[in-house]
């Protein structure tokens, strides 16, 4: 688009006005088609009939929002007021997700005791101290201690368990041991090992 030093200037002291705009924009020389002319009137007009309709509608001095409310507004959820943060985590995170995760971990601590068994006995290993997760209810307090971490950061991860009231978390300590969670921490497998490409 070609502006002429009169608009530069204009654009520049900040004087410029709708006129001087549309007349730029109405008498640019480059080479627009006719079928681009054409749509762009087309639009002007479409767009020149669309009238927006104001309202007031006011209840007791409130603006009536049960009009608004009919067309959603976004996630729903059937959950009690004063429900706890938990409630809605496990609303995104169902028990058949965790049902997965425990038998994923499980067999994933399978395949490396039996991918690396024979390489503990000759450095005097011999006891496999994976036991394998239960119940859903140990994961979710593995997560839960994980979500935790995230938000109070300590240097090292055996720090959430130690006796010194300046690092430990007590409602970690309570929750799961430490040796159990790292045990987790260190198998804990979200994919099936089985379907897994290589």
Not at 167 to 177: E, M
Not at 181 to 197: A, T
């Given at each position: 688009?070609?502006?002429?030093?009169?608009?530069?200037?204009?654009?520049?002291?900040?004087?410029?006005?709708?006129?001087?705009?549309?007349?730029?924009?109405?008498?640019?020389?480059?080479?627009?088609?006719?079928?681009?002319?054409?749509?762009?009137?087309?639009?002007?007009?479409?767009?020149?009939?669309?009238?927006?309709?104001?309202?007031?509608?006011?209840?007791?001095?409130?603006i009536?929002?049960?009009?608004?409310?009919?067309?959603?507004?976004?996630?729903?959820?059937?959950?009690?007021?004063?429900?706890?943060?938990?409630?809605?985590?496990?609303?995104?995170?169902?028990?058949?997700?965790y049902?997965?995760?425990?038998?994923?971990?499980?067999?994933?601590?399978?395949?490396?005791?039996?991918?690396?068994?024979?390489?503990w006995?000759?450095?005097g290993?011999?006891?496999?101290?994976?036991?394998p997760?239960?119940?859903?209810?140990?994961?979710?307090?593995?997560?839960?201690?994980?979500?935790?971490?995230?938000?109070?950061?300590?240097?090292?991860i055996?720090?959430?368990w130690?006796?010194?009231?300046?690092?430990?978390?007590?409602?970690?300590?309570?929750?799961?041991?430490?040796?159990r969670?790292?045990?987790?921490?260190?198998?804990?497998?979200?994919?099936?090992?089985?379907?897994?490409?290589s």
């Open positions: 688009m070609t502006v002429s030093a009169t608009f530069q200037a204009k654009m520049m002291a900040g004087q410029y006005s709708l006129a001087d705009v549309s007349f730029i924009l109405n008498n640019d020389p480059g080479d627009e088609t006719d079928e681009n002319k054409a749509n762009d009137e087309e639009a002007a007009n479409s767009a020149s009939t669309f009238k927006p309709s104001w309202t007031e509608q006011m209840v007791n001095g409130q009536d929002l049960k009009q608004h409310q009919k067309y959603g507004g976004g996630p729903k959820h059937n959950l009690p007021v004063g429900s706890e943060a938990g409630d809605y985590f496990k609303m995104l995170f169902k028990n058949d997700m049902e997965k995760i425990r038998e994923n971990t499980n067999k994933y601590a399978e395949f490396v005791k039996s991918a690396t068994i024979d390489k006995e000759p450095i290993i011999k006891k496999w101290r994976w036991k997760i239960e119940d859903i209810e140990e994961l979710f307090s593995f997560i839960a201690i994980i979500l935790i971490m995230g938000i109070a950061k300590l240097p090292r055996k720090d959430y130690s006796s010194n009231p300046m690092l430990g978390n007590d409602k970690v300590k309570r929750t799961l041991a430490r040796d969670f790292v045990d987790i921490y260190r198998f804990f497998h979200i994919s099936d090992r089985e379907n897994e490409v």
